[in-house]
């Protein structure tokens, strides 16, 4: 029965189609329409559901293979999905306890082989007290270079962000702590910046700034001369001097003897291995807090001292930099609107030789303090970073 009105259908539809160009039959043509127009919908429906069944299939294929979601970041342009796993799982406003954050931050994966592709970044951890005054020469310096860098800011806890949602600063404070300069405090607020920072997998080095710190170099040449440095940079030097040996205290022993007591600036750029060991010491950390108390100044001595036990040989023995001790008096030069010049940055930049993976050169800071606000604009008109 049904075949026997299929054909009868498309015979009438057949007919029909011959039949258009009479001019004297208009009533039965329109009826005669129909038929076509049923088609037409039932064509439309079959793709209709087609694309829609296609639509399930490939999400699903994607919940398990990711295909969908890598193409689509891959053509927007933006970066490969390399830390989003870590990054989601720990963003930089947390409540984690410092104990819970040291803790965690010191897990090394065991495996080399990453399952994500992506640039190493360089982890920039400003320590501030409050605002970043020079943030407008950093985010110059930035520019272009997005996946190459990671920022964290450690600033009084009651401090408000000044910076809006287009900064490359925006969000990116960490859960802090007061901090007085020389006590204990300070070291605190470093490891937790340098544990906010582990936590994402694509940091490979760890450069500490304050905020009164410029770069010396553009993004690029930055980021070559640590990224291919084979050693970590902080000043770390036995000083027989009441400045030195003499802040050591007998109660650090076994652990520190005073001659392996090291003095050095706190401006430190390391590699993540050697980050690890600094937020998971439990054995010589102690020591400093119960006993390099003012005035030690735990700040010079105890990431120093430190490392220089542990990982000695993998220091460069200098910081990266710079600081202008030669006005005298226990605080470093600041720099004023008059100093910058393109002489003054071509000193401090080739201020002294010094060794790099083996070699002399000439190239030694990256970074330069102190710089007061009112070197912002000279600094960016001079184009050091273009
Ligand atoms: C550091 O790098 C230099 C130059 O690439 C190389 O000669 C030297 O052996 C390296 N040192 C270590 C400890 O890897
Ligand atoms: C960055 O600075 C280096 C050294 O001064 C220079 O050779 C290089 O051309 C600069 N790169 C860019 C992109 O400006």
């Known amino acids: 029965m049904q075949g026997e009105s299929k054909r009868l259908i498309s015979r009438d539809v057949e007919e029909g189609r011959t039949t258009k160009s009479e001019p004297g039959r208009p009533q039965k043509e329109k009826s005669r329409e129909w038929p076509s127009k049923l088609r037409m919908l039932l064509f439309c429906l079959i793709l209709i ?3 829609v069944i296609l639509t399930v299939v490939v999400v699903s294929l994607d919940q398990r293979t990711g295909i969908l979601k890598t193409r689509m970041s891959y053509f927007s342009g933006d970066p490969p999905a390399t830390s989003a796993v870590f990054e989601s799982v720990f963003p930089v406003k947390h409540a984690l306890s410092d104990e819970e954050l040291l803790w965690r931050a010191s897990m090394v994966p065991r495996r080399l082989d990453m399952p994500f592709s992506g640039e190493k970044r360089i982890a920039f951890m400003f320590l501030a007290a409050g605002p970043l005054p020079l943030a407008s020469i950093w985010e110059k310096f930035f520019e272009g ?3 190459f860098y990671s920022i964290y800011i450690h600033s009084h806890p009651n401090h408000v962000s000044e910076f809006s949602s287009s900064s490359v600063f925006y969000g990116r404070h960490v859960p802090s ?3 007085i300069w020389g006590e204990v405090s300070i070291v605190d607020a470093e490891r937790r910046l340098l544990a906010n920072a582990l936590l994402d997998f694509s940091n490979e080095r760890f450069i500490l700034l304050s905020e009164s ?6 993004f690029t040449f930055f980021y070559d001369y640590i990224m291919r440095s084979n050693k970590s940079f902080i000043a770390a030097f036995d000083d027989p001097s009441p400045y030195g040996r003499g802040r050591y205290n007998p109660g650090m022993a076994p652990e520190i003897t005073i001659d392996q007591f090291r003095k050095g600036g706190q401006w430190f750029e390391i590699k993540r291995e050697l980050a690890v060991e600094v937020v998971a010491d439990v054995k010589y950390y102690p020591k400093f807090r119960n006993f390099c108390v003012p005035h030690c100044y735990i700040d010079e001595h105890y990431i120093q001292t430190m490392l220089s036990i542990t990982n000695g040989d993998k220091l460069a023995g200098r910081g990266l930099t710079y600081t202008d ?5 226990s605080h470093p030069a600041t720099f004023v609107y008059r100093d910058i010049t393109d002489e003054f940055f071509e000193r401090l930049r080739n201020d002294r030789s010094c060794e ?3 070699k002399p050169g000439h190239v030694c800071w990256l970074v ?3 710089f007061s606000r009112d070197t912002v604009r000279p600094i960016l ?3 050091f970073y273009s």
């Open 49 to 51: 559901g087609s694309a």
């Open 145 to 147: 270079y997005e996946r």
């Open 177 to 179: 702590k007061p901090v």
């Open 213 to 218: 710190c410029v770069p010396l170099w553009n």
């Open 325 to 329: 001790w030669s006005r005298g008096g």
């Open 356 to 358: 790099y993976n083996g």
């Open 368 to 370: 330069a303090r102190k």
């Open 381 to 383: 008109d001079h184009s």
